[in-house]
């Protein structure tokens, strides 16, 4: 899996309509860069740029290049103007002026070209995470029982599984009922959320059906249910950009159970296909602005008392005042996976922490 070819293409009409703005260059850029192993686009375009998603503006494609959508560690990218408009290229050209040679045939894996987003912390998420409706559940195959009679079974053990619709699928996934997700502003249920348990290789057809597990991140109990395992999921591609339309979303939930979020931590929004949502849609994460007391309000207008008694009576006239403080930016996140009511994102940056309930809305 850490071989996926992350080609990054720059491809103005797949992009067009969606940037609201232009590419701002940071004003302590460089002048060049010297691609390093575990570089991604996002990082180099985020040495540039002050909004990394507006990559494909100042990507330049250099015709003579063979393949120029391609990065891998030791290439050198500049920063040049083309009809007074910044644009980043490849060189052979050395920070310190001198010229890297090298072969006119390069043989390299395509696998090791830099990708688009830290793929490492999104893979467990691309086969593993599921979101499912309560009639997804009742009518999902289910664990009837372990061979041997085992209560929880593990790698290798076999178990019998009812329900399986579909005899052409031979690898499974197998998960159980976790937390459902609810709407914070509307109180819809959003949907359920499936925990990974691992996944399994049919090895014989039927009712029951059965399954002898490969891998496992926890035991696998009677009632647990499965899916076919879905690789469509495993896209090679990621194209940040920022949606063409205003969204107003909102951190429902946080995987692996933390309370602060910060950078490359995974969480679940509440906005899916149904709103439009798509893979590398790119979002401003809101803090949401605390509650606070104001103790200086205060209304004294039926206040009449004269003498000593005005400030006695100033003081039980005082108003605890509850003041919402206005939201404030503080983060990037990249949504990698869309269900139909929900979506997955990645925090790509995290300038303070970010909580539960914080917002996330289209980049200005």
């Known amino acids: 899996m850490k071989k996926f070819i992350v080609g990054i293409v720059a491809m103005a009409t797949f992009f067009g309509g969606a940037w609201a703005q232009a590419a701002e260059l940071k004003p302590n850029h460089p002048e060049f ?42 290439d050198v990218l500049a920063l040049v103007y083309v009809d007074g408009q910044p ?43 599921r979101v499912v409706s309560e009639e997804d559940l009742e009518n999902a195959p289910y664990v009837l ?19 399986i619709t579909t005899p052409e699928a031979s690898k499974y996934t197998f998960y159980r009922e976790g937390d459902v997700y609810v709407d914070p ?46 690789d469509a999921q495993l896209r090679p591609n990621y194209f940040p950009h920022a949606p063409n339309k205003q969204v107003d979303a909102t951190i429902i939930s946080v995987y692996d159970g933390v309370v602060q979020i910060g950078q490359y931590d995974v969480v679940v929004i509440n906005r899916g296909e149904r709103d439009g949502m798509e893979v590398g849609h790119v979002l401003a994460v809101h803090q949401r602005g605390e509650t606070v007391e104001d103790p200086y309000a205060r209304d004294n207008k039926n206040v009449n008392t004269d003498g000593a008694l005005v400030t006695f009576f ?26 139909e009511k929900v979506s997955l994102g990645l ?18």
């Open 185 to 230: 502003d509307t109180d819809e249920e959003l949907g359920v959320e499936a925990i990974h348990l691992g996944a399994g290789l049919k090895v014989r057809a039927g009712d029951p059906s059965t399954i002898r597990i490969e891998t496992s991140v926890s035991e696998i109990l009677k009632g647990d249910r499965l899916w076919p395992t879905n």
């Open 347 to 364: 925090i790509l940056k995290a300038q303070r922490p970010l909580h539960v309930l914080d917002k996330a809305k289209t980049p200005y």
């Open 314 to 339: 100033k003081d039980m006239t005082l108003q605890k005042e509850e003041v919402t403080l206005p939201d404030e930016e503080a983060g990037l996140l990249m949504v990698f996976r869309t269900f």
């Open 33 to 74: 860069h010297v691609v390093q192993p575990g570089d991604t686009l996002w990082d180099i375009s985020a040495a540039f740029l002050e909004d990394p998603w507006l990559w494909p503006e100042i990507w330049h494609v250099n015709e003579q290049v063979d393949n120029p959508h391609l990065i891998f560690p030791g």
């Open 87 to 129: 644009r980043i290229i490849k060189t052979d050209r050395l920070p310190d002026g001198t010229v890297k040679l090298s072969p006119q045939i390069r043989e390299v894996s395509r696998g090791q070209a830099i990708s688009t987003i830290p793929l490492d912390a999104i893979l467990p998420f691309l086969v593993s995470a």
């Open 145 to 163: 029982a372990g061979d041997e009679g085992r209560l929880a079974n593990a790698v290798d053990n076999k178990v019998y599984v009812r329900g």
